[in-house]
């Protein structure tokens, strides 16, 4: 199951709408063949690896997977049936299924075929594979990641509002690799006025040419024409915006290659998020990365939107006159405080990333 844990990575970032899994067949110790899930509407980790072998090799044999196999047909048929035709006897599986539709029934189907099934091996390592899976699938929202990138006393730009940069090469390598994870990465309109940032992916992932969706959440539309996003072409970009906006604004930057998407504002005059997110979905967002800015961060956490932290931290002070990165919440009583959960440590040369899930 570790062994297929790591095929399960390989697809990581490149599997969206689907989960990544991982598959190994086994017989008498020795691996037989082995598969993961390479994107979405291909043969599945299973199929891969039964396809390695001829007719009758996989009699008897042992399959280790890290999730529950389908039983439905999607863009592909189902894997049940073919893991029954191949012979294995025996199903390992880590983690069940979280799509309601199948979650369970693919195992009862495998019990009713007379395979042998053992469930929970590495539960928990196998369920964190695929945690914007099981959110997207369930409630039909995106996984929401906010990244920072954080001065020693909590600052994101100076006074002066610069932030170049903040944290060392490492780290932004870093962030390349999570933008390589995700299907879109967002920003608020000053992040876009002030940093003017590429948002691409220029590590990591990128070989394979995949560049996430960019979105701007601005209620304004008052975006200058030379900025950095409109100069790379082979990706979505979209402005999400409210109603208010001037319909002259919206028409310039479609102009300009842009998607508008006008929203109904919330009680303080912004974008709603929750629609934002549902919107997001329907359109095959898994996972979306936040990163940026002030007002941004304030709204994901204080609607408890977000689902996981990662704070890329640099041993700088920058001082009470910089600029804060959750500047809109204002926690009374130790008790009220947002809590994270389940965290990571790793240090890269002089710089920290600390990951959390937020507690709900």
């Known amino acids: 199951m570790r062994r297929a844990i790591g095929l399960a990575l390989r697809g990581k970032g490149k599997t969206s709408p689907n989960p990544i899994v991982g598959a190994v067949l086994v017989r008498k110790g020795r691996i037989l063949a082995e598969g993961y899930h390479r994107k979405a509407g291909s043969d599945h980790a299973e199929i ?3 396809k390695k072998l001829k007719k009758g090799q996989a009699n008897g ?18 894997c049940v049936p073919r893991i029954v035709e191949a012979g294995i006897r025996h199903v390992v599986i880590g983690a069940r299924d979280p799509n309601p539709e199948i979650n369970g029934k693919g195992i009862q189907w495998l019990k009713e075929a007379g395979l042998e099934v053992i469930e929970g091996v590495l539960h928990e390592d196998c369920e964190n594979l695929n945690r914007p899976f099981q959110k997207f699938i369930t409630m039909k929202m995106p996984y929401v990641t ?4 954080l001065s020693l006393d909590g600052k994101i730009a100076t006074a002066e509002r610069e932030s170049k940069w903040i944290t060392n090469a490492l780290a932004r390598a870093y962030v ?5 994870e995700v299907d879109a990465v967002l920003i ?3 992040t876009l006025r002030y940093d003017d940032p590429l948002l691409t992916v220029r590590h990591g992932n990128s070989k394979n040419g995949r560049q996430p969706m960019v979105v701007v959440l601005d209620r304004t539309l008052d975006i200058p ?5 409109f100069v790379k072409k082979n990706r979505p970009l979209v402005f999400a915006t409210t109603w208010t906006t001037p319909e002259e604004k919206r028409r310039m930057l479609i102009k300009m290659g842009a998607e508008v998407w006008p929203f109904d504002a919330d009680l303080t005059g912004r974008v709603d998020l929750k629609t934002l997110l549902k919107t997001l979905a ?3 967002v898994m996972h979306l990365l936040v990163e940026g800015g002030g007002e941004v ?4 956490i204080s609607q408890r939107l977000a689902d996981h932290v990662v704070i890329c931290m640099a041993p700088k002070l920058l001082g009470g006159q910089s600029m804060d990165w959750l500047p809109e919440l204002s926690i009374r009583k130790m008790e009220e405080a947002y809590q994270l959960k389940n965290l990571s440590l790793r240090q890269l040369e002089d710089n920290v990333v600390i990951e959390g899930e937020l507690e709900k």
């Open 225 to 229: 024409p030379e900025r950095n996003l």
């Open 146 to 149: 906010l990244k920072v990138a």
């Open 188 to 190: 608020g309109g000053g």
């Open 297 to 300: 961060f304030s709204s994901f």
């Open 48 to 50: 891969i690896a039964i």
């Open 61 to 78: 044999a042992t399959l280790y997977v890290t999730m529950e196999p389908c039983c439905l047909y999607g863009k592909t048929p189902p």
């Open 176 to 180: 390349h690799e999570l933008r390589s």
């Open 282 to 284: 329907q359109k095959n």
